[in-house]
């Protein structure tokens, strides 16, 4: 028991340095060595779990997006109205991200980064499918505007990423939950008079 302890606490030691160096340096900046040295791992351990580095961004990528859409579900109350099902979901994100500043911002670099591979954005996208079923039904219902699914998506992943840059770089004294009061504002009514 002891040594799959072991085995899995070095793969996560592993994931853990390539995100801090990944977020500080960028991918292309961080060798595989400062990995390991930050892991505490001998490289042929690294390299037993990840063949090379772009293998192990697309598992970090994938670790990150697994535990966003198991938070984000957990907080999806669905006997809730659509509209109040939405704001949860949407707290719970920002919730997060202030709790994970280095995985929110891994996500955020590497969201359209090159250095991940076709498949993993799919499987990572497969995670979210259930939200694209609240956005529908939204449009449906008339409680969200009318646009294509991929223009909504990319509405409120920036929209949210940008809140939490807000947050990140500290340019606001608003308390937080005025400033997500103010950020449901604007989402349900627009910018526009």
Not at 50 to 56: E, Q, R, V, Y
Not at 111 to 117: D, E, R, T, V
Not at 127 to 149: A, R, Y
Request: aromatic residues 12%; charged residues 25%.
């Amino acid at each position: 028991m002891k040594r799959e302890l072991s085995i899995q606490d070095n793969r996560q030691n592993i994931l853990d340095a390539a995100l801090h160096l990944f977020t500080t340096r960028g991918f292309h900046a961080t060798p595989t060595s400062a990995i390991c040295k930050k892991a505490g791992v001998a490289s042929g351990t690294l390299f037993h779990y990840f063949p090379d580095k772009t293998t192990l961004i697309g598992e970090l990528y994938l670790s990150i997006k697994s535990e966003m859409s198991k938070v984000f579900s957990e907080a999806d109350i669905k006997d809730l109205p659509l509209k109040e099902r939405t704001e949860k979901i949407l707290w719970a994100y920002l919730e997060w991200g202030i709790e994970n500043p280095e995985k929110e911002q891994f996500v955020m670099q590497f969201c359209n980064s090159p250095n991940i591979a076709e498949e993993v954005r799919k499987e990572a996208h497969s995670q979210f499918t259930w939200t694209d079923e609240i956005i529908v039904q939204g449009i449906k219902l008339g409680i969200f505007v009318d646009v294509p699914l991929e223009i909504f998506q990319v509405y409120l992943y920036r929209s949210a990423t940008g809140l939490l840059e807000l947050i990140r770089e500290n340019n606001t004294d608003l308390p937080l939950e005025e400033l997500f009061n103010y950020y449901i504002h604007v989402f349900w009514n627009g910018v526009l008079k």
